[in-house]
């Protein structure tokens, strides 16, 4: 399963885990369907510059999670993770997104699939993220939660 298994299915087998484990799904995305939520820079200078579409946003107990889902490591998502944990800029948008809902904080991870590769480097990594979510070969999931207690 682990190999070759795309990100939109990433994001539905995400979907069921989180949703089994009693999150309630805000909103989701799957890869170029354009059905995700759009969240636009508080400081909009264009109509489509540094808009970011989270793959799933999900809420439970008070506590919001925004996960980038993908198929492979990708170093990028990292970093643009890392930039979305240390800046304020899309406040506004996430409390349209958010409205009327309680919550105490955002935490912003990434769902891939498991293979020694993806961990490997994403661990190495794991300290730009507040977690990693990992599908296993056996459906099951290995998270690294740099919260504690997150998941």
């Known amino acids: 399963m682990a190999r070759g298994i795309k990100e939109e299915e990433v994001t539905k087998r995400m979907l069921k885990w989180l949703i089994q484990t009693g999150w309630e799904i805000i909103c989701f995305d799957f890869p170029q369907s354009g059905t995700g939520r759009q969240l636009h820079p508080n400081d909009r200078s264009s109509k489509t510059k540094g808009i970011i579409i989270p793959d799933i946003v ?4 008070g506590v919001v999670v925004d996960f980038e889902n993908k198929d492979r490591f990708v170093y990028t998502d990292f970093e643009k993770i890392k930039d979305l944990k240390e800046s304020d ?3 506004n948008d996430w409390a349209r997104l958010l409205y009327g809902k309680t919550f105490k904080n955002i935490y912003y991870g990434i769902g891939m699939p498991y293979t020694l590769n993806n961990y490997t480097k994403a661990e190495e990594f794991s300290s730009m993220v507040d977690f990693i979510v990992y599908l296993k070969e056996d459906g099951s999931f290995q998270v690294t939660d740099n919260i504690g207690g997150l998941f």
Not at 58 to 61: D, I, P, Q
């Open 89 to 91: 800029d899309y406040s």
């Open 58 to 61: 999900a809420l439970k107990n």
